[in-house]
């Protein structure tokens, strides 16, 4: 990989080029030629993040790379802030990601937020049961097979034994892909299996308390057979941004499957009268646990919203 300070001499011509990582007001860019360059906003208004596409130009005088423009996004991930504002998350995915594993025990609640967010945002999503050299506990195992009957594509693999890797990247050919999920599920791991040399290009890494090796940004690396991989640091939690999310169904598969079925159009599926989910729900044809998610992330998005705008509900 080419490392430039000003990438050549071509000063002031304007050039395309893919945020890799983003520091705010300035971002490690991969120019179409395959240089690297750190170039900074040209202005304040501009907000970029990893797997936007980009135009830059070169200050010959400063020897500075200006991102002067975003291009359109095909898509974009958001979260939410404590205020429920929305925060780019990452640009222009085809496809999230979400990893769970044996260890450490997987929140699932989060898993369902992410598969939330995706859906809303029309991002295809992947449930990658890692480490599939472990073994999940019978309640989670159970869980899963609830997540793949809603339709969520799920894979078992494992970056330490191979199992599942060969499936894992025909799926993500092309694809423009960000590994999500708890810290120590292996998404640095699986990146490491997927991207031949990344290692060596993994300057983004801390070491934790227990002395493990632990994802402190979000770094894009290009995939071999095409495409892109996005490997992201470990979260606690994950708020949708609440403004962003479907209003009918949050971006709950089966909640969306069922809702057309339901008495009122404007049906929240809590306490309404002859309402399709609570009726799958009663008739233990929806997981209880996802219906209790669903409720939960209904609360936070009323929650966030009135943060947003006091006085709205
Ligand atoms: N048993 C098992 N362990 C694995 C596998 N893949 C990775 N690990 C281990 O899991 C631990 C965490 O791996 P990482 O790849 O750093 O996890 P991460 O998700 O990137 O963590 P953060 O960067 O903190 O979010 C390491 O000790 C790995 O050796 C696997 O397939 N099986
Ligand atoms: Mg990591
Ligand atoms: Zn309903």
Known sequence: MKNSSTGGNLAGASRHGLVLVS???????????????????????LQFVCGDEVSCDCDGRHAQWRLHAIGARRSALYRSNARGRAELVAANLSLLVVVVAPRPEPDLFVVDRYLAAAASAGIGALLLAHKADLDFTPAVRTELAALAATGCA??????????GLEELRLRLRAATVMLVGQSGVG?????????PGAEAAVGELLRSDAGRHTTSAARLYALPGGGALIDSPGVRDFAPAPEMLDERSLGFAEVARLAPHCRFA???????????????????????????????????????????????R
């Not at 799920?154 to 199992?163: V, W």
């Open 187 to 195: 998404k640095s791991s699986l990146l490491r299996a997927l991207v």
């Open 23 to 45: 520091h705010g007001l300035s971002a490690r860019v991969r120019l179409d030629d395959g240089t690297e360059v750190l170039a900074r906003a040209a202005g304040r208004g």
């Open 266 to 312: 404007d049906c929240r599926h809590l306490q309404e009268p002859h309402c399709a989910v609570q009726a799958a729900m009663a008739a233990g044809e929806m997981s209880a646990r996802r219906y209790e998610s669903y409720r939960r992330l209904r609360r936070l998005r009323g929650q966030l919203l009135a943060r947003l705008a006091p006085g709205r």
């Open 154 to 163: 799920t894979l078992p693999c494992s970056a330490r034994s191979g199992q």
